[in-house]
Structures are given as structure tokens and as C-alpha cells.
């Protein structure tokens, strides 16, 4: 009787390839005359992608006379092996090389071998880190997210990117200008339904992290919700929304509420004010509509980003809402809250880079405004100074009705805009069904003065 064959899985070999590492050296040491070849071994290559740690000291060492401006040649790299105590080491490696003539023509095609090779030994380590992590006590959820960031860093270390010159980059912003002189305004960006509001900020740009910040209680998510059911249930835009504190189920109440402007606590108590038919054709746009919700408390930026490019490749996406900041978890935790606060804002700006879309992060301010009863300032952004280095736009909303009050008077303060003025719109607020409208004109802050007031400008100033 055959009995089956069991499966015994090889040894694989060393992932690097000896002849490809010692090509190149060879080619920096006896063929330094070709600068081009040169050059471009150095702006391609770092020394983690030699796999042999011989050769990986001897490429630091040439590199290092490189950036001097040194000639390598057998003499200069043996001198500095000689200074850094490391002659008798390397010396043999040295002999090899000047051995070795390969035709500095080929340097392409030796890098090619080298960096995939690199990748390969990289995959390899995330391969046994992510098993590392399967036996470990972390959730899969986050197992899954480090995976996933380590293989995309991989992959995207595959892109390198030369510096362009300016001749044709002049040549389209000037274009741009011409058309703004003509009228043609057609870099506006993302509309989040607040008219003024999308004149000052001429929409929400591409690339841009937005804060919008405020006090417990005032309104964030709220108005977070006022800009989604604009863009992404009126309008089909595609948006990601990250819901780290409330559940997909109070969220899409309030939704709800806002689409037929029906009290939150008649929705739930089944007192619909003959606004069935109402609700059901709200149900049929949100089924409709570019919304993807994602409540999972366990976020981090990395799982977000990850998560955000797998929709930007399937459907597209046009922009993240993150509610809200201080709720991310930390990649690591370093044991410093201010730290860790500082990587998170860090990386809410690098996600807006990467993927190409503005990003809002609502954010929490410091309690102590809560007895202060002033204007908040960017140094109330609760936790990090970096919340406000990195954001391209900071919004304040401000109330000085109190919490209990069903309307209030909310001032959208533009505290820091990057590349525009600060500005402040006075909004109304409907508690009950989360509604945000603007009420007045907008208005300028005269930032000289020590108390910062609201003086009203022409919207004429505007040239939308």
C-alpha cells in the first residue's frame, strides 16, 4: 500500500546575490572615472540593500570618501580602512575588488539584482515578524495593520523620485494664473456646503490636514456629519469616515436626524411628525451615497491609511474624516502621551500627502477653556504642539450659549490657514438635529489686537 509522501519544505538558500554586490564595489573602486555610473550607484542604492556585511561596510566607506568629494581609488578606501582600525578586516575584500573588472555599462542591470534581492530579505523579515506577532498577545487587528504597513513600505521604497527642474512646473502654475485672471477658478476643491465657509477656504484642497477643533459638547461631530451629508449623500462624493468614539449605529441616527431635521430623541422614541416617507427617501439616498463608515476603536493612522488606499484603488475617494484625534491609538506606545499625540499628528499629514485628499481630524481642546470662557487659541489644541505644525488649517468652533440651549450662536474661528487669511463665520446651531447653517457674513480678525474681535468685511472680498 503507497503511503503518502509528506511534504518536507527546503532550506532555502541565502536571498542575496555575491557576484551582483561585489560588481558594483568593483565599478566604484577601479571605475570611479565614469561619474555617471557613479552617482547614480549612490542615489540608488543604500548600504542595507548589500547583503554581505563586508561588503556593506566597504560600500558605507566608499560612500563616505564620495560625499567628501574624495576620489575612491584602492589608495583613499585602504587609507580610511586604515584610520578606521579595519584594514586587516577588509583588506581581503579590497584585493577582490580591484580584481574584478565589470563593465561599469551593466551598473543598471547590477542594481536591479541588488535591490530586488533587498526587497526579497525584506518580505522575508515581515513574513517572520508577522508570525512573531501571531504567536504574540496582540489582536489580529493590529497584527494585520503592522503586516500591511511593513509591505507597503517595501513596496513604495521601490519608488524613487528625482528632483524635477522648474521649467515646466513654471510653466503650469503660470497657466493657473491666466486662467484666474480669465475667471476660471478651477482649482476650488472639495465643497463641505457652508458657502463661505468653501469661499475662504476656496474648498477643501487636495493634501491638506484639517483640524477642526473644539471643547466637549460644542458640536465637532456634528458638524463633521453637516460636511458628509453635503458631499457624500447630496453629492456622491466618495468619503471615509473613521468613527472612533461612536458606533456606526448613533452615527447613522444622527444622519438621520439631520437628513429629514427631525429631533434625535423623536427618531428614537418612534415619533416621526408624519415624516416616515421622509426618512425612508433619506434611507434610499445614504444607500446611494459615496459614505463608507468605519467604527473600529482600535485605529491607528496606519490601519486608516491602509484601509483609505484599499477604497482609494476600488471605488475612489475624494476624503478622510477622522473622529476623532485623541481617540487614535498610537502605532507603539512610547509611555509619552505628548509623543505620542505628536506621531499621530505627524502621520494625519503624511496620509493627506499620500493619498492626494484633505484629510479632518476633529480634535479635542484643553478643559481648561471650560472655565476660562475666552476664545480658543492654538495653544489650546489639546496634548501636542505638533496637532497645530502639521495641520494645513486649524477651525475653532466657539459657543458662548450654553450647552443646554437647543439654537446656539457658533463662531467658526479659522485660527491657522496656511495658505490663506484667518478668518471667523458666524453659524447657528440646531442641537436636536445636528444642524449647522451660517447666519452672518464672514468676518476678519484684526490679529494685532491683544483681544481678538469680529469686524465684518464685504463678500465682494472674495473673488467667488
Same mark, same amino acid.
Given at each position: 500500500? /503507497? ?41 540608488? %542604492?543604500?548600504?542595507? #540593500? ?27 578606501? !585602504?587609507?580610511?580602512? $586604515? ?14 575588488? !580591484? ?29 517572520? %515578524? ?10 489580529? !487587528? ?14 513604495? &521604497? ?72 453635503? !458631499? ?20 447613522? #441616527? ?31 439616498? %445614504? ?5 463608507? %463608515? #468605519? ?9 486608516? $491609511?491602509?484601509?483609505?488606499? /484599499?477604497?482609494?484603488?476600488?471605488? &475612489?475617494? *475624494? ?47 484643553? /478643559? ?37 440651549? *437647543?439654537?446656539?450662536?457658533? #463662531?467658526?474661528?479659522? &485660527?491657522?490657514? /496656511? ?35 469680529? $469686524? ?9
Amino acid at each position: 500500500m /503507497r503511503t503518502k509522501k509528506e511534504y518536507v519544505p527546503q532550506k532555502l538558500s541565502v536571498i542575496a546575490n555575491l557576484d551582483a554586490e561585489m560588481c558594483i564595489l568593483g565599478i566604484l573602486l577601479i571605475d570611479n572615472g565614469d561619474r555617471e555610473a557613479t552617482e547614480e550607484i549612490f542615489a540608488q %542604492l543604500q548600504a542595507d #540593500d548589500f547583503y554581505y556585511s563586508n561588503n556593506k561596510k566597504m560600500f558605507l566607506y566608499m560612500k563616505l570618501l564620495f560625499d567628501k568629494g574624495i576620489d575612491i581609488d584602492f589608495v583613499s578606501v !585602504s587609507d580610511l580602512l $586604515t584610520r578606521k582600525e579595519e584594514q586587516n578586516e577588509a583588506v581581503n575584500l579590497l584585493c577582490k575588488c !580591484s580584481s574584478i573588472v565589470p563593465s561599469s555599462a551593466n551598473y543598471a542591470y547590477y542594481i536591479k539584482i541588488i535591490k530586488d534581492y533587498s526587497s526579497k530579505r525584506k518580505i522575508e523579515n515581515a513574513c517572520n %515578524l508577522g508570525l512573531e506577532l501571531v504567536k504574540s498577545d496582540k489582536n489580529a !487587528s493590529i497584527s494585520s495593520s503592522i503586516i500591511q504597513e511593513k509591505l507597503l513600505e517595501i513596496s513604495e &521604497g521601490e519608488i524613487l523620485n528625482d528632483c524635477e527642474q522648474v521649467s515646466q512646473s513654471a510653466e503650469d502654475a503660470f497657466a493657473r494664473m491666466v486662467n484666474r485672471a480669465n475667471g476660471n477658478f478651477d482649482e476650488f476643491g472639495l465643497e463641505t456646503g457652508f458657502p463661505l465657509l468653501d469661499k475662504c477656504l476656496w474648498g477643501l484642497q487636495k493634501s491638506d490636514l484639517i483640524i477642526v477643533a473644539a471643547r466637549a459638547g460644542v458640536g465637532k461631530t456634528a458638524f463633521a456629519l453637516n460636511v458628509i451629508n453635503h !458631499s457624500a449623500i447630496e453629492n456622491k462624493k466618495k468619503i471615509a469616515f473613521f468613527s472612533l468614539e461612536m458606533p456606526k449605529s448613533q452615527i447613522l #441616527d444622527r444622519l438621520y436626524s439631520l437628513g429629514v431635521e427631525l429631533p434625535n430623541y423623536k427618531l428614537k422614541m418612534g415619533q416621526f411628525d408624519r415624516k416616515f416617507k421622509d426618512i425612508e427617501a433619506f434611507k434610499d439616498k %445614504l444607500k446611494e451615497s459615496g459614505l463608507y %463608515l #468605519d467604527d473600529d476603536s482600535n485605529n491607528t493612522v496606519q490601519s486608516m $491609511t491602509l484601509k483609505a488606499k /484599499r477604497m482609494q484603488r476600488k471605488s &475612489g475617494l *475624494d476624503l478622510v474624516v477622522i473622529d476623532y484625534l485623541q481617540f487614535i491609538k498610537p502605532q507603539e506606545k512610547t509611555g509619552n502621551r505628548f509623543q505620542d499625540v505628536g506621531e499621530i499628528a505627524r502621520g494625519l499629514k503624511s496620509m493627506a500627502r499620500t493619498l492626494n485628499i484633505p484629510v479632518i481630524a476633529l480634535c479635542q481642546l484643553n /478643559r481648561q477653556l471650560d472655565n476660562d470662557y475666552r476664545e480658543p487659541t492654538l495653544a489650546d489644541l489639546r496634548e501636542s504642539g505638533e496637532i497645530e505644525n502639521n495641520a494645513d488649517i486649524v477651525m475653532f468652533l466657539n459657543s458662548k450659549s450654553g450647552r443646554a440651549a *437647543d439654537v446656539k450662536d457658533i #463662531d467658526l474661528i479659522i &485660527g491657522k490657514f /496656511r495658505n490663506g487669511q484667518m478668518k471667523s463665520i458666524r453659524m447657528t446651531y440646531r442641537g436636536e438635529c445636528f444642524k449647522f447653517s451660517e447666519k452672518e457674513k464672514v468676518q476678519a480678525k484684526k490679529v494685532e489686537q491683544k483681544e481678538m474681535e469680529l $469686524t465684518p468685511i464685504e463678500d465682494d472680498s472674495l473673488p467667488f
